[in-house]
C-alpha cells in the first residue's frame, strides 16, 4: 500500500485496492472476463435497454427493433448463459459466473433475463445429460413456462405441508399435461408473464401433470411434469406481448396450448422425480436474480455517486455534505452485501449435492429488495430530475421493483426461506 506525507509530516494511509466492483482481489483471468464482459454491457446493453424501454411492448418485439440486434449481437459475441464451462473447475465456474451476471444486470436488467431464459431449456437439457434434447434446444430462443394466471406462487409450494389448512388440495392451474402411451398431451395457457413468451422458439415447462391417476397425489398434491416443448408445434398459439412497468426490455406475453402433444422421452423430471427437478431448475433461476441485481443496483449507485460531484446544492457539490456521504455510504454498503449473498448462493448452488430453491430463493429477496432500496435512494439523489424520463435513475427503479415479484414474490420466498429453516431445525432434533 502507497503512504504519503501530510502536510504536517504524519503519514495517512493511501486509497484501497479496489476493482470494478469494489473491495475484493480479482484474479487476472477473472479481471479479462470482467473487463469484456463490461464493456457488451456498456457499449451494447445499457444503449440498446434504454432504447427498448421507450417502445411499446409491440414495437419492441417487431422485425428491425433493438431487441434483436442485441440478441444477434449477444450471439456473435459470445454471450449467453448456455456457453459450455469446458474443464473449469466448478469453485471457479460460480465465481466467474456471478462476476459475468453482474456485469450483464449492470448494463441491463431485462436483456439480461430474456439472455438467462433464453439459454434455460438448453441448460435444463444438459443437466440430465440428454443429447437429444440438448439438440432440439442448441441455438434456439427460449423461455421456462411455470406460472398460470390462477397459478402463481401456488406452483412453487413444493411441499404438502406448506397449503394454508383450510385447503383440501393444491392447485393444478390452467395449464396442465396427461401423460399417456408415450406422449405427453399439453392443454391451457401460462400466464402473461413468461419471459420470452412471444419471442420463444422452445421452452421448458413445470406444470400439473396426470399420469392416468388424475392431478392428485393421496396427499393432494398435484403431481408434475417439467418438459420441453418446441414452441413451432401445432396447436400453440401466443398472446400479446405485455406492456408493464419495469425491465421493459423483457418481452413477456402469454402461451396458449390446445392438445399440444410430445414425445414423454421430451420430460427432463416427471413422476415422482417431478419436485426434485423442480426445485433444481427453479434454484438456478433463484442465484442468476441475485447477480443481476447487484449489478442493477451498482449501476445505479455508480450514476449517484456522479451526480452527486456534478450537482451544487446549499454553496457544495452534493458529495461535500455529509449526509449525502453518509447516503452513499449505505448505499454502498448494500452493493457489498447483495454481492456477498449472491457470490454465497452461486457457490452453494453449484457445489452443492443438495441445493434448493427456499434457500436460492432467500438470497433473491436480499438482493432485489436491497437492488429496489439502493435504486429508490439513488433517484432520491437526482431529487426531482430522478422522476424525468431524461435521466436514468427512473428506469432502473422501475426494473428493480419488477425484480421483487418475479421468480417468486418476495414476501412469499422469505416465508419460504423460514419454512425450510424450521424444517432444517426439525430434521436435527
Ligand atoms: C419480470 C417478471 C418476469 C417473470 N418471468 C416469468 C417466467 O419466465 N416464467 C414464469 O412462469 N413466470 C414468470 N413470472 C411470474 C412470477 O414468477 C410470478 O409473478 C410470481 O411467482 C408471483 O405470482 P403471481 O404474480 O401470480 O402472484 P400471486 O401468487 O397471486 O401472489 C399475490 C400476493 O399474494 C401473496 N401470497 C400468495 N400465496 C401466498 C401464500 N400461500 N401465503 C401467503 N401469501 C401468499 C404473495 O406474497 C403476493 O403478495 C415473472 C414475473 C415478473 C414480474
Partial sequence: MTQKLDRDGSVRPGLPHVELTGFEILS????VVQDATHKFARDVMRPMGIAIDKLSAEESIAPGSPYWDF?????ESGIGFD?????VPPQLLARLQAIVIEELGWGDMGLTVSLAAA???NMMAKRVGNQELIELTEGKLGCWIATQPDRGSDGTMLYPDERHPSATQGNKGNLTAKVSGGDIVINGQSSAWVSNGPVAQVAIMSIAADYGDGFFDDGGHPRGVEVIVPLDLPGVSRGKPLEKLG??????????FDNVKVPVRYAVSLGDDYWRGHASTWSTAGVGMGQMATGLARAAFELAMQYAHERRQGGALLAEHQMVQYRLG???????????????????????????????????VTCTDLAFEVADEALQIFGGYGLTREY???KLFRDARAARIEDGENHLLNMKFGYLNALLYRASL
Fill in 28 to 31: 487476472d483471468d477473472e479481471r
Fill in 247 to 256: 425491465q421493459r426490455a423483457l418481452p413477456q406475453g402469454e402461451v396458449y
Fill in 392 to 394: 436514468p435513475l427512473e
Fill in 330 to 364: 449505505t448505499m454502498a454498503r448494500n452493493v457489498e452485501t447483495m454481492r456477498a449473498v449472491a457470490r454465497r448462493a452461486t457457490e452453494y448452488t453449484v457445489l452443492s449435492p443438495a441445493k434448493h430453491p427456499y434457500y436460492t430463493g432467500g438470497s433473491k
Fill in 83 to 87: 456457453a459450455d464451462p469446458g474443464d
Fill in 119 to 121: 439459454a434455460f431449456a
Fill in 71 to 75: 440478441m444477434r449481437i449477444a450471439v
